[in-house]
């Protein structure tokens, strides 16, 4: 990861980075086949003009757009402003550059980032979801990143309402590396309300964009942000969503990029179930019900094993009704629902949510007939 640096060669790359990034008719993929021929991002502008029109895609309006010193004003601009701010940026020839999504052909050539994070040899994994977020989908999230606590993985949204910020705030409360992708510059934050956790997000974590201080959330550049959500990680989990959404896009992506796609199934009929169900009924998500589906899928099982001291110190996380419950079915056996409720003492709708939520710490797990057992003792 570079901060701004006077020195001589790196500004001439990263401005000449920037001045690729905002000429027209050059995306990420272009940009990266001139730098592949050129040897540098500053050594397309030295290159002859009838090279680079003999290069495959190369004619001669985009060599036109290259040499238009109206995109070397724009780049010097938010060069000054990358400068002024000391941000840190990240090419995509760097080796901090993001390893998943340097696969990607349509990866950004340049990240610009705030906070404190070091993605070398890291498990990573992309959580999204609707905006508009139901309570089952929220208190899954809540369960979902405490349980993952034991693999310690970098966890990765979007930032918005719903969902996103849901699974933000879940990472800073059990201590989970969290890196929040966003759709505009690093000058704001969007939604404004979100600035409130910008400080513990970038303790341990942060932000990472492709856009400049001048680009604002709007809604294209959402759909293009969701690329980045989808292709920096090893797999990304959709919590909830509608038929269509941004969260669906991202999934769509992710199965694009050849990663592994989680669904949390819902109720057939719940609005904010339907992406989640359809996905995986055409087989493109893995269904999700708990981390244990996550592990096994990605291959995890051996080191879940080598974590079990860490797994031993989460179930010390048990609130008591949770503790009350974990002891009833150690001494008890597998057990039914209701017989679980009347046991403990808990009405079944409480008792279900308890359960739900043990279940995604990995200590319980439900079998058919609305059965559950324990998985591991604690002893």
Known sequence: MNTYLYDSDSEKELLALLRLQCTPHIGDQTAKKLIAHCGSAAAVFRERKGLLMKLEGIGMRTVAELCNTQYQKAALKEFRFIAHNKLNWISFQDTAYPKYLKHCRDGPILLFTRGNFDLTNRRIISVVGTRSSTPHGNAFCEAFIEALVPLN???????????????????????????????????????????????????????????????????????????????????????????????????????????????????????????????????????????????????????????????????????????????????????????IALSCRFPVSQTATLLFGMEMKGCIRSLPGKFYEIIHSKT
């Not at 909830?240 to 989680?262: K, P, Q």
């Open 153 to 339: 993985p970098v966890i990765v949204s979007g930032f918005a309402y719903g969902i996103d910020i849901q699974v933000h705030k879940a990472a800073i409360k059990y201590g989970l590396p969290t890196l929040a992708i966003l759709a505009h510059g690093l000058n704001r934050l969007y939604p404004r309300i979100h600035s409130r956790y910008a400080s513990q997000l970038m303790q341990n974590g942060g932000f990472i964009t492709e856009f400049w201080s001048s680009s604002k959330p709007d809604r294209e550049n959402f759909l293009k942000r969701n690329r980045i959500i989808a292709g920096i990680s090893e797999a990304t989990v959709l919590v909830e969503s509608a038929e269509r959404g941004g969260g669906l896009i991202t999934a769509d992506l992710a199965h694009g990029y050849n990663r592994d796609v989680f669904a949390v199934p819902g109720r057939v009929g719940d609005p904010y179930s339907q992406g989640c169900n359809h996905l995986i009924k055409v087989q493109k998500a893995h269904m999700l019900t708990s981390v244990a589906d996550l592990v096994y899928v990605l291959g995890w099982e051996l080191d879940m094993h080598k974590s079990r001291p860490r797994q031993q110190e989460l179930f010390t996380t048990l609130d008591s009704s949770e503790q009350g419950i974990y002891c009833f079915l150690e001494a008890n056996g597998k057990q039914l629902l209701d017989d």
